[in-house]
Protein backbone atom coordinates (compact mmCIF):
# COMPACT_ATOMS: atom_id res chain seq x y z
CA UNK A 1 0.00 0.00 0.00
CA UNK A 2 1.01 3.33 -0.72
CA UNK A 3 2.38 6.07 2.07
CA UNK A 4 -1.06 7.64 3.49
CA UNK A 5 -1.05 11.69 2.79
CA UNK A 6 -1.73 12.31 6.29
CA UNK A 7 -0.92 9.82 8.78
CA UNK A 8 -1.65 10.43 12.49
CA UNK A 9 -0.11 8.18 15.33
CA UNK A 10 -0.84 7.83 19.41
CA UNK A 11 -2.05 11.81 19.39
CA UNK A 12 -3.20 13.05 22.52
CA UNK A 13 -3.93 16.69 23.62
CA UNK A 14 -4.13 18.10 26.91
CA UNK A 15 -5.88 20.85 28.68
CA UNK A 16 -5.42 22.39 31.68
CA UNK A 17 -7.70 23.78 33.54
CA UNK A 18 -7.39 27.07 35.16
CA UNK A 19 -9.30 28.77 37.62
CA UNK A 20 -8.96 32.20 39.46
CA UNK A 21 -7.62 35.54 38.56
CA UNK A 22 -3.94 33.76 38.87
CA UNK A 23 -4.62 30.84 36.75
CA UNK A 24 -3.79 28.38 38.30
CA UNK A 25 -4.19 24.66 36.91
CA UNK A 26 -6.37 22.57 39.02
CA UNK A 27 -5.72 19.75 36.43
CA UNK A 28 -6.52 18.51 32.70
CA UNK A 29 -8.78 17.59 30.73
CA UNK A 30 -7.81 15.00 28.18
CA UNK A 31 -9.42 15.71 24.68
CA UNK A 32 -8.01 13.70 22.68
CA UNK A 33 -6.52 10.20 23.84
CA UNK A 34 -4.49 8.05 21.51
CA UNK A 35 -5.67 8.41 18.55
CA UNK A 36 -4.18 6.69 15.37
CA UNK A 37 -5.52 8.03 11.78
CA UNK A 38 -4.22 7.99 8.28
CA UNK A 39 -6.00 10.02 4.92
CA UNK A 40 -4.83 8.31 1.42
CA UNK A 41 -4.52 10.59 -1.17
CA UNK A 42 -8.02 11.33 -2.42
CA UNK A 43 -9.79 9.67 -0.09
CA UNK A 44 -12.70 11.11 1.76
CA UNK A 45 -12.41 10.15 5.60
CA UNK A 46 -15.23 11.35 7.76
CA UNK A 47 -14.75 11.84 12.00
CA UNK A 48 -17.87 11.78 13.24
CA UNK A 49 -19.10 12.07 17.04
CA UNK A 50 -20.75 14.09 19.52
CA UNK A 51 -20.15 17.51 21.10
CA UNK A 52 -17.10 17.22 22.74
CA UNK A 53 -15.90 13.96 21.58
CA UNK A 54 -12.44 15.71 20.65
CA UNK A 55 -12.90 15.66 16.78
CA UNK A 56 -12.28 19.22 15.92
CA UNK A 57 -8.80 18.92 18.77
CA UNK A 58 -8.03 15.86 16.12
CA UNK A 59 -8.33 18.20 12.92
CA UNK A 60 -6.74 21.49 14.69
CA UNK A 61 -3.91 18.79 16.08
CA UNK A 62 -3.53 17.57 12.70
CA UNK A 63 -2.78 20.59 10.89
CA UNK A 64 -1.09 22.20 13.94
CA UNK A 65 -3.21 24.75 15.08
CA UNK A 66 -2.78 23.81 18.37
CA UNK A 67 0.30 21.99 19.55
CA UNK A 68 -0.64 18.42 20.41
CA UNK A 69 0.69 16.94 23.41
CA UNK A 70 2.14 13.61 22.30
CA UNK A 71 2.17 11.63 18.97
CA UNK A 72 3.04 11.98 16.12
CA UNK A 73 1.27 13.86 12.98
CA UNK A 74 3.07 13.39 9.26
CA UNK A 75 1.72 14.82 6.18
CA UNK A 76 3.38 13.30 2.96
CA UNK A 77 6.19 11.25 5.11
CA UNK A 78 7.59 14.63 6.47
CA UNK A 79 6.91 15.00 10.89
CA UNK A 80 4.68 18.28 10.92
CA UNK A 81 5.68 18.46 14.65
CA UNK A 82 9.55 18.90 13.94
CA UNK A 83 9.04 21.90 11.53
CA UNK A 84 9.59 25.24 12.69
CA UNK A 85 7.37 28.33 12.47
CA UNK A 86 8.66 29.35 8.94
CA UNK A 87 8.48 25.71 7.02
CA UNK A 88 5.28 24.91 8.38
CA UNK A 89 3.88 28.03 7.03
CA UNK A 90 5.25 27.04 3.56
CA UNK A 91 4.32 23.69 3.98
CA UNK A 92 0.71 25.13 5.33
CA UNK A 93 -0.75 25.58 1.20
CA UNK A 94 -0.26 22.13 0.95
CA UNK A 95 -3.81 21.25 3.76
CA UNK A 96 -5.70 23.89 4.39
CA UNK A 97 -8.82 24.32 6.18
CA UNK A 98 -12.68 25.07 5.74
CA UNK A 99 -14.19 26.48 8.88
CA UNK A 100 -17.83 25.67 10.07
CA UNK A 101 -19.57 28.98 10.55
CA UNK A 102 -19.46 31.02 7.21
CA UNK A 103 -20.12 33.91 8.72
CA UNK A 104 -17.92 34.40 11.25
CA UNK A 105 -14.82 33.01 8.57
CA UNK A 106 -15.08 35.99 6.86
CA UNK A 107 -13.47 39.54 7.70
CA UNK A 108 -16.53 41.77 7.13
CA UNK A 109 -14.87 44.29 5.88
CA UNK A 110 -12.59 43.11 2.64
CA UNK A 111 -14.28 42.01 -0.33
CA UNK A 112 -15.03 39.19 -1.46
CA UNK A 113 -11.97 39.09 -4.08
CA UNK A 114 -9.58 40.37 -1.26
CA UNK A 115 -10.68 38.04 0.57
CA UNK A 116 -10.20 34.96 -1.72
CA UNK A 117 -6.58 36.59 -2.97
CA UNK A 118 -5.19 36.67 0.08
CA UNK A 119 -3.75 33.37 0.32
CA UNK A 120 -2.32 33.82 -2.79
CA UNK A 121 -0.42 37.18 -1.48
CA UNK A 122 0.71 34.68 1.12
CA UNK A 123 1.60 31.99 -0.78
CA UNK A 124 2.26 32.96 -4.37
CA UNK A 125 3.55 36.41 -4.17
CA UNK A 126 5.49 36.22 -7.04
CA UNK A 127 2.35 36.68 -9.06
CA UNK A 128 1.24 40.06 -10.64
CA UNK A 129 -1.92 41.52 -9.57
CA UNK A 130 -3.72 40.74 -13.28
CA UNK A 131 -2.47 37.33 -12.58
CA UNK A 132 -3.94 37.07 -9.30
CA UNK A 133 -6.74 38.46 -10.39
CA UNK A 134 -7.16 36.26 -12.69
CA UNK A 135 -6.78 33.58 -10.43
CA UNK A 136 -9.36 34.92 -8.21
CA UNK A 137 -12.13 34.63 -11.10
CA UNK A 138 -10.81 30.77 -11.92
CA UNK A 139 -11.38 29.98 -7.80
CA UNK A 140 -15.14 31.66 -7.99
CA UNK A 141 -15.80 29.59 -10.58
CA UNK A 142 -14.42 26.25 -9.37
CA UNK A 143 -16.95 26.86 -6.80
CA UNK A 144 -19.41 28.10 -8.57
CA UNK A 145 -19.47 31.48 -7.93
CA UNK A 146 -19.75 34.43 -10.58
CA UNK A 147 -16.73 36.23 -11.41
CA UNK A 148 -18.57 39.97 -10.84
CA UNK A 149 -18.62 38.44 -6.63
CA UNK A 150 -15.09 39.64 -6.30
CA UNK A 151 -16.49 43.37 -5.95
CA UNK A 152 -19.25 42.14 -3.36
CA UNK A 153 -18.98 42.33 0.77
CA UNK A 154 -19.52 39.64 3.00
CA UNK A 155 -22.88 40.64 4.27
CA UNK A 156 -24.21 41.34 0.70
CA UNK A 157 -24.15 36.83 0.32
CA UNK A 158 -25.90 34.16 1.70
CA UNK A 159 -25.24 31.58 4.27
CA UNK A 160 -24.08 29.22 0.95
CA UNK A 161 -22.33 31.53 -1.03
CA UNK A 162 -19.97 32.50 2.47
CA UNK A 163 -19.56 29.48 2.78
CA UNK A 164 -18.31 28.60 -1.01
CA UNK A 165 -16.13 31.57 -0.41
CA UNK A 166 -14.51 30.26 2.34
CA UNK A 167 -14.08 26.75 0.37
CA UNK A 168 -12.50 29.46 -2.52
CA UNK A 169 -9.63 30.67 -0.22
CA UNK A 170 -9.40 27.06 1.35
CA UNK A 171 -8.61 25.86 -2.55
CA UNK A 172 -6.32 29.21 -3.52
CA UNK A 173 -3.03 28.08 -2.31
CA UNK A 174 -3.65 24.57 -4.17
CA UNK A 175 -3.70 22.09 -1.18
CA UNK A 176 -3.33 18.20 -1.56
CA UNK A 177 -5.74 18.02 1.94
CA UNK A 178 -8.95 19.78 3.08
CA UNK A 179 -9.94 19.96 6.35
CA UNK A 180 -13.18 20.57 6.25
CA UNK A 181 -14.86 20.98 10.11
CA UNK A 182 -18.67 21.14 10.28
CA UNK A 183 -18.81 22.78 6.74
CA UNK A 184 -22.68 22.28 6.04
CA UNK A 185 -23.72 22.70 10.16
CA UNK A 186 -24.83 26.54 10.17
CA UNK A 187 -26.42 26.27 6.94
CA UNK A 188 -30.61 25.65 6.02
CA UNK A 189 -31.31 22.57 5.64
CA UNK A 190 -31.67 23.13 1.10
CA UNK A 191 -28.40 24.27 1.13
CA UNK A 192 -26.65 21.76 2.59
CA UNK A 193 -26.82 19.20 -0.23
CA UNK A 194 -25.40 21.94 -2.62
CA UNK A 195 -22.40 22.40 -0.06
CA UNK A 196 -21.55 18.31 0.25
CA UNK A 197 -22.11 17.95 -3.98
CA UNK A 198 -19.44 20.79 -4.46
CA UNK A 199 -16.79 19.03 -2.37
CA UNK A 200 -17.79 15.75 -3.74
CA UNK A 201 -16.93 17.56 -6.90
CA UNK A 202 -13.73 19.04 -6.34
CA UNK A 203 -12.59 15.73 -4.39
CA UNK A 204 -12.89 14.42 -7.53
CA UNK A 205 -12.13 16.91 -10.13
CA UNK A 206 -8.87 18.41 -8.14
CA UNK A 207 -7.86 14.69 -6.57
CA UNK A 208 -8.28 16.42 -3.00
CA UNK A 209 -8.24 14.64 0.06
CA UNK A 210 -10.86 15.32 2.39
CA UNK A 211 -10.95 15.29 6.07
CA UNK A 212 -14.13 15.76 7.26
CA UNK A 213 -15.15 16.58 10.63
CA UNK A 214 -19.17 15.45 11.04
CA UNK A 215 -22.39 15.02 13.48
CA UNK A 216 -24.66 14.67 10.38
CA UNK A 217 -25.04 11.20 9.44
CA UNK A 218 -26.31 11.92 6.31
CA UNK A 219 -24.19 13.76 4.93
CA UNK A 220 -21.40 11.23 6.72
CA UNK A 221 -22.55 8.60 3.84
CA UNK A 222 -22.85 10.37 1.12
CA UNK A 223 -19.11 11.74 0.99
CA UNK A 224 -16.90 9.41 3.11
CA UNK A 225 -14.98 6.42 1.57
CA UNK A 226 -14.37 5.71 5.51
CA UNK A 227 -15.53 6.71 8.62
CA UNK A 228 -13.86 6.80 11.72
CA UNK A 229 -16.37 6.88 15.33
CA UNK A 230 -15.01 8.86 18.52
CA UNK A 231 -16.15 9.15 22.06
CA UNK A 232 -14.87 11.06 24.38
CA UNK A 233 -11.12 11.34 23.00
CA UNK A 234 -11.25 8.19 21.74
CA UNK A 235 -11.45 6.42 18.06
CA UNK A 236 -14.09 3.34 18.90
CA UNK A 237 -14.77 2.20 15.40
CA UNK A 238 -12.95 2.84 11.98
CA UNK A 239 -14.56 1.23 8.78
CA UNK A 240 -15.52 1.50 4.92
CA UNK A 241 -18.58 3.50 4.35
CA UNK A 242 -20.87 0.99 3.69
CA UNK A 243 -19.31 -1.39 6.20
CA UNK A 244 -19.89 0.78 8.67
CA UNK A 245 -23.53 1.90 7.84
CA UNK A 246 -24.41 -1.38 7.21
CA UNK A 247 -22.95 -3.70 9.82
CA UNK A 248 -21.41 -0.92 12.83
CA UNK A 249 -19.72 -3.22 15.35
CA UNK A 250 -19.43 -0.66 18.29
CA UNK A 251 -22.31 -0.56 20.38
CA UNK A 252 -22.28 3.48 20.75
CA UNK A 253 -21.55 3.15 16.62
CA UNK A 254 -24.93 1.40 16.55
CA UNK A 255 -27.03 3.76 19.23
CA UNK A 256 -26.14 6.62 17.24
CA UNK A 257 -26.90 5.43 13.56
CA UNK A 258 -29.94 4.58 15.47
CA UNK A 259 -30.87 7.89 17.39
CA UNK A 260 -30.40 9.38 13.95
CA UNK A 261 -34.29 10.62 13.14
CA UNK A 262 -35.64 9.04 9.99
CA UNK A 263 -38.29 10.14 7.96
CA UNK A 264 -40.11 7.24 8.29
CA UNK A 265 -43.86 7.01 10.52
CA UNK A 266 -43.68 4.07 12.69
CA UNK A 267 -40.07 3.56 13.10
CA UNK A 268 -40.18 5.44 16.40
CA UNK A 269 -40.36 2.23 18.15
CA UNK A 270 -37.18 1.01 17.69
CA UNK A 271 -35.16 3.76 17.98
CA UNK A 272 -32.33 2.98 21.35
CA UNK A 273 -32.00 5.36 23.39
CA UNK A 274 -28.68 5.50 25.46
CA UNK A 275 -29.33 6.84 28.67
CA UNK A 276 -27.26 9.21 30.64
CA UNK A 277 -24.66 11.81 28.70
CA UNK A 278 -21.24 11.53 27.67
CA UNK A 279 -19.33 11.99 31.16
CA UNK A 280 -16.81 14.75 31.42
CA UNK A 281 -13.39 14.52 29.82
CA UNK A 282 -12.33 15.73 32.93
CA UNK A 283 -13.18 12.24 34.95
CA UNK A 284 -13.35 10.00 32.45
CA UNK A 285 -14.55 6.58 33.29
CA UNK A 286 -11.87 3.40 34.01
CA UNK A 287 -11.93 1.02 31.87
CA UNK A 288 -14.18 1.52 28.31
CA UNK A 289 -15.71 4.97 28.33
CA UNK A 290 -18.62 4.26 26.90
CA UNK A 291 -19.15 1.35 29.47
CA UNK A 292 -21.25 3.48 31.63
CA UNK A 293 -24.12 4.15 28.80
CA UNK A 294 -23.56 0.96 26.76
CA UNK A 295 -26.54 -1.53 26.76
CA UNK A 296 -24.18 -4.35 26.62
CA UNK A 297 -21.51 -3.43 29.07
CA UNK A 298 -20.18 -6.50 31.04
CA UNK A 299 -17.70 -6.37 34.17
CA UNK A 300 -14.71 -6.50 32.20
CA UNK A 301 -15.44 -3.37 30.65
CA UNK A 302 -15.13 -1.61 33.51
CA UNK A 303 -11.73 -2.68 34.17
CA UNK A 304 -9.96 -2.75 30.81
CA UNK A 305 -10.26 -0.57 27.87
CA UNK A 306 -10.43 -2.23 24.66
CA UNK A 307 -8.09 -2.00 21.96
CA UNK A 308 -8.76 -0.49 18.31
CA UNK A 309 -8.95 -4.40 16.91
CA UNK A 310 -9.32 -5.81 13.36
CA UNK A 311 -8.28 -6.16 10.30
CA UNK A 312 -10.29 -3.40 7.80
CA UNK A 313 -13.06 -2.36 10.03
CA UNK A 314 -11.89 -2.29 13.37
CA UNK A 315 -13.50 -1.63 16.71
CA UNK A 316 -12.75 -0.73 19.96
CA UNK A 317 -15.15 -3.13 22.10
CA UNK A 318 -14.62 -6.47 23.81
CA UNK A 319 -18.14 -7.75 22.57
CA UNK A 320 -18.01 -6.21 19.36
CA UNK A 321 -20.60 -7.08 16.71
CA UNK A 322 -23.01 -8.32 19.55
CA UNK A 323 -25.30 -5.42 19.72
CA UNK A 324 -27.71 -4.62 17.10
CA UNK A 325 -29.96 -2.42 16.21
CA UNK A 326 -33.90 -3.41 16.75
CA UNK A 327 -35.38 -3.61 13.39
CA UNK A 328 -32.32 -4.90 12.14
CA UNK A 329 -30.30 -3.11 9.12
CA UNK A 330 -29.68 0.55 10.24
CA UNK A 331 -28.70 1.52 6.82
CA UNK A 332 -30.07 1.17 2.90
CA UNK A 333 -33.65 -0.70 4.60
CA UNK A 334 -35.62 0.74 1.32
CA UNK A 335 -32.51 -0.34 -1.30
CA UNK B 1 -63.96 21.89 21.00
CA UNK B 2 -59.85 20.78 20.67
CA UNK B 3 -57.86 22.51 23.28
CA UNK B 4 -56.61 24.46 21.30
CA UNK B 5 -58.28 26.27 17.89
CA UNK B 6 -56.03 28.59 15.89
CA UNK B 7 -58.17 30.22 12.88
CA UNK B 8 -57.60 32.33 10.18
CA UNK B 9 -54.35 33.61 11.70
CA UNK B 10 -52.78 36.93 10.37
CA UNK B 11 -49.26 38.29 11.10
CA UNK B 12 -48.27 41.25 9.58
CA UNK B 13 -45.43 43.65 9.86
CA UNK B 14 -44.86 47.38 9.18
CA UNK B 15 -41.83 48.01 5.91
CA UNK B 16 -41.30 50.64 3.75
CA UNK B 17 -44.51 51.17 1.81
CA UNK B 18 -46.67 49.30 3.41
CA UNK B 19 -47.78 46.03 5.56
CA UNK B 20 -45.74 42.83 5.09
CA UNK B 21 -47.50 39.65 5.71
CA UNK B 22 -45.77 37.19 7.46
CA UNK B 23 -48.89 34.66 8.71
CA UNK B 24 -51.62 34.32 5.84
CA UNK B 25 -54.72 32.81 7.43
CA UNK B 26 -53.41 29.62 9.69
CA UNK B 27 -56.14 27.59 11.01
CA UNK B 28 -54.50 24.90 13.17
CA UNK B 29 -56.21 23.07 16.06
CA UNK B 30 -54.37 20.92 18.75
CA UNK B 31 -55.88 18.21 20.28
CA UNK B 32 -55.66 17.08 24.51
CA UNK B 33 -52.86 14.69 24.35
CA UNK B 34 -51.51 15.26 21.14
CA UNK B 35 -48.24 16.05 19.61
CA UNK B 36 -48.50 17.88 16.45
CA UNK B 37 -45.83 19.07 14.44
CA UNK B 38 -45.63 22.73 12.36
CA UNK B 39 -42.83 22.27 9.87
CA UNK B 40 -41.15 24.82 7.69
CA UNK B 41 -38.14 26.36 6.37
CA UNK B 42 -36.55 29.45 8.14
CA UNK B 43 -39.29 32.64 7.44
CA UNK B 44 -42.32 30.54 7.02
CA UNK B 45 -44.19 31.78 9.99
CA UNK B 46 -44.02 29.03 12.50
CA UNK B 47 -42.72 30.62 15.69
CA UNK B 48 -44.60 33.99 15.12
CA UNK B 49 -47.85 31.34 15.00
CA UNK B 50 -46.73 29.80 18.04
CA UNK B 51 -45.52 33.43 19.64
CA UNK B 52 -49.05 34.80 18.50
CA UNK B 53 -50.89 32.07 21.05
CA UNK B 54 -49.22 33.75 23.92
CA UNK B 55 -48.99 37.49 22.60
CA UNK B 56 -45.17 37.54 22.55
CA UNK B 57 -45.18 39.38 19.20
CA UNK B 58 -43.56 42.58 19.05
CA UNK B 59 -45.71 45.36 19.45
CA UNK B 60 -45.35 46.77 16.23
CA UNK B 61 -46.95 43.36 14.71
CA UNK B 62 -50.33 43.49 13.16
CA UNK B 63 -52.26 40.25 14.45
CA UNK B 64 -56.03 39.43 13.49
CA UNK B 65 -57.71 35.81 13.53
CA UNK B 66 -58.74 34.38 16.61
CA UNK B 67 -56.66 31.87 19.17
CA UNK B 68 -59.38 29.97 21.41
CA UNK B 69 -58.05 27.97 24.10
CA UNK B 70 -60.77 25.51 25.64
CA UNK B 71 -61.84 26.66 29.43
CA UNK B 72 -60.91 25.00 32.14
CA UNK B 73 -63.81 24.15 34.15
CA UNK B 74 -65.59 27.01 36.22
CA UNK B 75 -63.85 29.61 33.62
CA UNK B 76 -64.70 31.25 30.61
CA UNK B 77 -63.44 30.16 26.91
CA UNK B 78 -62.16 33.55 25.58
CA UNK B 79 -59.92 34.97 22.28
CA UNK B 80 -56.25 34.90 23.56
CA UNK B 81 -55.70 37.16 20.63
CA UNK B 82 -57.93 39.64 22.21
CA UNK B 83 -57.63 39.00 26.20
CA UNK B 84 -55.94 42.28 27.63
CA UNK B 85 -52.45 41.82 29.18
CA UNK B 86 -53.84 40.98 32.96
CA UNK B 87 -55.60 37.60 31.58
CA UNK B 88 -52.71 36.41 28.90
CA UNK B 89 -50.46 36.67 31.98
CA UNK B 90 -53.01 34.23 33.91
CA UNK B 91 -52.58 31.76 30.54
CA UNK B 92 -48.90 32.19 30.04
CA UNK B 93 -47.27 29.28 31.86
CA UNK B 94 -50.28 28.19 34.02
CA UNK B 95 -52.27 27.14 30.70
CA UNK B 96 -49.62 27.48 27.87
CA UNK B 97 -45.65 26.68 28.69
CA UNK B 98 -42.69 27.43 25.73
CA UNK B 99 -39.65 25.94 25.23
CA UNK B 100 -37.31 27.59 23.31
CA UNK B 101 -34.13 26.47 20.96
CA UNK B 102 -30.85 27.82 22.39
CA UNK B 103 -30.77 25.88 25.97
CA UNK B 104 -27.42 27.96 26.45
CA UNK B 105 -28.71 31.31 26.22
CA UNK B 106 -32.60 31.15 27.59
CA UNK B 107 -31.07 30.28 31.43
CA UNK B 108 -29.77 33.07 33.68
CA UNK B 109 -25.86 32.49 34.03
CA UNK B 110 -25.38 34.19 37.06
CA UNK B 111 -28.41 32.21 39.08
CA UNK B 112 -28.19 28.62 39.95
CA UNK B 113 -30.93 26.31 38.14
CA UNK B 114 -32.93 25.39 41.13
CA UNK B 115 -33.60 29.23 41.89
CA UNK B 116 -34.72 29.84 38.20
CA UNK B 117 -36.96 27.24 38.15
CA UNK B 118 -38.40 27.83 41.67
CA UNK B 119 -38.56 31.29 40.55
CA UNK B 120 -41.35 29.73 37.97
CA UNK B 121 -42.90 27.96 40.80
CA UNK B 122 -43.30 30.62 43.12
CA UNK B 123 -44.50 33.04 40.42
CA UNK B 124 -47.84 30.83 39.92
CA UNK B 125 -47.96 29.55 43.36
CA UNK B 126 -47.59 30.68 46.52
CA UNK B 127 -45.40 28.19 48.61
CA UNK B 128 -42.88 28.57 51.33
CA UNK B 129 -39.06 28.65 50.29
CA UNK B 130 -38.70 24.72 51.47
CA UNK B 131 -41.85 24.18 49.70
CA UNK B 132 -40.73 25.19 46.17
CA UNK B 133 -37.37 23.49 46.88
CA UNK B 134 -39.17 20.26 46.83
CA UNK B 135 -41.48 21.03 44.26
CA UNK B 136 -38.50 22.26 42.21
CA UNK B 137 -37.23 18.31 42.70
CA UNK B 138 -40.27 17.06 41.61
CA UNK B 139 -39.89 19.07 38.37
CA UNK B 140 -36.95 18.30 37.79
CA UNK B 141 -37.32 14.56 38.56
CA UNK B 142 -40.56 14.43 35.91
CA UNK B 143 -37.59 15.94 33.17
CA UNK B 144 -35.31 13.01 34.04
CA UNK B 145 -32.86 15.26 35.16
CA UNK B 146 -30.07 12.57 36.46
CA UNK B 147 -29.37 13.46 40.31
CA UNK B 148 -31.93 16.04 40.68
CA UNK B 149 -30.99 17.15 43.98
CA UNK B 150 -27.84 17.67 43.84
CA UNK B 151 -28.28 19.81 40.59
CA UNK B 152 -30.36 22.30 42.18
CA UNK B 153 -27.24 25.05 43.02
CA UNK B 154 -25.55 24.23 40.02
CA UNK B 155 -25.55 27.28 37.40
CA UNK B 156 -26.30 26.91 33.82
CA UNK B 157 -22.64 26.28 32.95
CA UNK B 158 -22.57 23.21 34.72
CA UNK B 159 -24.93 21.36 32.81
CA UNK B 160 -24.82 20.22 29.32
CA UNK B 161 -27.06 21.35 26.37
CA UNK B 162 -29.28 18.28 27.12
CA UNK B 163 -29.20 18.94 30.99
CA UNK B 164 -30.54 22.55 30.16
CA UNK B 165 -33.12 21.63 28.21
CA UNK B 166 -34.47 19.13 30.66
CA UNK B 167 -34.31 22.24 33.22
CA UNK B 168 -36.21 24.20 30.45
CA UNK B 169 -38.67 21.95 29.94
CA UNK B 170 -39.17 21.88 34.14
CA UNK B 171 -39.70 25.73 33.82
CA UNK B 172 -42.02 25.29 31.27
CA UNK B 173 -44.45 22.74 33.53
CA UNK B 174 -43.93 24.46 36.71
CA UNK B 175 -47.66 25.52 36.69
CA UNK B 176 -49.07 22.35 35.05
CA UNK B 177 -50.01 23.73 31.75
CA UNK B 178 -51.94 21.73 29.18
CA UNK B 179 -50.20 22.56 26.40
CA UNK B 180 -46.60 22.71 25.60
CA UNK B 181 -44.66 25.24 22.70
CA UNK B 182 -41.56 23.62 21.94
CA UNK B 183 -39.64 25.88 19.10
CA UNK B 184 -36.98 23.36 17.66
CA UNK B 185 -36.20 21.96 21.37
CA UNK B 186 -33.53 19.56 20.26
CA UNK B 187 -32.02 21.80 16.85
CA UNK B 188 -29.22 22.24 19.19
CA UNK B 189 -28.39 19.43 20.47
CA UNK B 190 -26.61 16.37 19.10
CA UNK B 191 -28.25 13.16 18.01
CA UNK B 192 -28.59 10.98 20.93
CA UNK B 193 -29.34 14.01 23.32
CA UNK B 194 -32.01 14.52 20.82
CA UNK B 195 -33.59 11.10 21.19
CA UNK B 196 -33.48 11.49 24.69
CA UNK B 197 -35.51 15.24 24.62
CA UNK B 198 -38.32 13.50 22.01
CA UNK B 199 -38.52 10.53 24.27
CA UNK B 200 -39.41 12.90 27.26
CA UNK B 201 -42.06 14.93 25.39
CA UNK B 202 -43.99 11.96 24.64
CA UNK B 203 -43.57 10.26 28.03
CA UNK B 204 -44.93 13.64 29.45
CA UNK B 205 -47.61 12.90 27.41
CA UNK B 206 -48.08 10.03 28.18
CA UNK B 207 -47.87 10.63 31.91
CA UNK B 208 -49.21 14.18 32.23
CA UNK B 209 -51.97 14.11 29.12
CA UNK B 210 -50.05 17.06 27.78
CA UNK B 211 -50.76 18.27 24.60
CA UNK B 212 -47.69 19.64 22.60
CA UNK B 213 -47.12 22.20 19.24
CA UNK B 214 -43.76 20.90 18.21
CA UNK B 215 -42.31 23.57 15.42
CA UNK B 216 -39.75 22.19 13.56
CA UNK B 217 -37.27 22.18 10.50
CA UNK B 218 -36.72 18.61 11.05
CA UNK B 219 -39.19 16.07 8.90
CA UNK B 220 -37.69 13.20 10.37
CA UNK B 221 -38.16 14.63 13.91
CA UNK B 222 -41.87 15.03 12.60
CA UNK B 223 -42.36 11.39 11.60
CA UNK B 224 -40.67 9.99 15.02
CA UNK B 225 -42.77 11.95 17.70
CA UNK B 226 -45.68 13.29 16.02
CA UNK B 227 -49.46 11.86 15.75
CA UNK B 228 -50.58 14.75 13.43
CA UNK B 229 -48.45 17.46 11.32
CA UNK B 230 -48.92 20.95 9.23
CA UNK B 231 -46.71 22.37 6.83
CA UNK B 232 -46.21 25.66 6.43
CA UNK B 233 -44.89 27.45 3.55
CA UNK B 234 -44.77 31.60 2.83
CA UNK B 235 -46.57 32.34 5.74
CA UNK B 236 -49.84 29.59 4.92
CA UNK B 237 -50.33 26.11 5.71
CA UNK B 238 -50.07 24.26 2.37
CA UNK B 239 -51.09 20.64 4.16
CA UNK B 240 -51.62 19.07 7.15
CA UNK B 241 -52.94 15.67 8.43
CA UNK B 242 -52.07 12.49 10.46
CA UNK B 243 -48.49 12.16 10.38
CA UNK B 244 -48.34 8.44 8.34
CA UNK B 245 -51.38 9.62 4.97
CA UNK B 246 -48.46 13.20 4.84
CA UNK B 247 -45.55 10.98 4.57
CA UNK B 248 -47.19 7.98 2.72
CA UNK B 249 -49.27 10.47 -0.10
CA UNK B 250 -48.11 14.43 0.13
CA UNK B 251 -50.57 15.91 -1.67
CA UNK B 252 -49.18 19.34 -2.00
CA UNK B 253 -45.90 19.78 -4.53
CA UNK B 254 -44.13 21.66 -1.41
CA UNK B 255 -44.52 18.79 0.93
CA UNK B 256 -42.99 16.51 -1.73
CA UNK B 257 -40.50 18.69 -2.12
CA UNK B 258 -40.06 19.38 1.11
CA UNK B 259 -40.05 15.27 1.56
CA UNK B 260 -37.83 14.82 -1.44
CA UNK B 261 -35.03 16.65 0.29
CA UNK B 262 -34.02 15.31 3.64
CA UNK B 263 -31.20 13.57 3.81
CA UNK B 264 -31.76 9.86 4.92
CA UNK B 265 -29.38 7.28 5.68
CA UNK B 266 -29.33 4.26 3.22
CA UNK B 267 -29.48 6.97 0.27
CA UNK B 268 -26.93 5.50 -1.06
CA UNK B 269 -26.39 2.27 -2.89
CA UNK B 270 -23.69 -0.10 -0.68
Known sequence: MTQPLLEIEGLRKDFPVRRGLLGRTLGTVRAVDGVDLSVRRGECLALVGESGSGKTTVARCALRLVEPTAGSVRFDGEDLLALGTRELRRRRRRFQMVFQDPYGSLNPRQRIGSAVGEPLEVHESALSRAARAERVRELLGTVGLPPEMTARWPHELSGGQRQRVGIARALAAGPELLVADEPVTALDVSIRGQILSLLEDLRQRLGLALLLIAHDMAAVERLADRVAVMYLGRIVEVAPRSALFSRPLHPYTVSLLSAVPRPEPGRRRSRIVLGGEPPSPLAPPPGCPFHPRCPIARPRCSEETPPLAGEDHLAACFYAGEMTAPGGNLSGARA | ?270
Open chain 2, 1 to 270: MALLEIDGLEVAFPAAGGWVPAVRGVSLSIGRGEIVGLVGESGSGKSLTALSVLQLLPPRARVAGSIRLEARPGEETSDLLAAPEREIRRVRGRRIGIVFQEPSTALDPVWPVGFQVAEAVRAHRKLSRREAREEVVRLLDLVALADARRRLDDYPHQLSGGQRQRVLIAMALAAGPDLLLADEPTTALDVTIQAQILELLESLRTGLGLSVLLITHDLAVVAETCDRMAVMHAGRIVEEGKVEDVFRAPSHPYTRQLLAAVPRLGGLPS
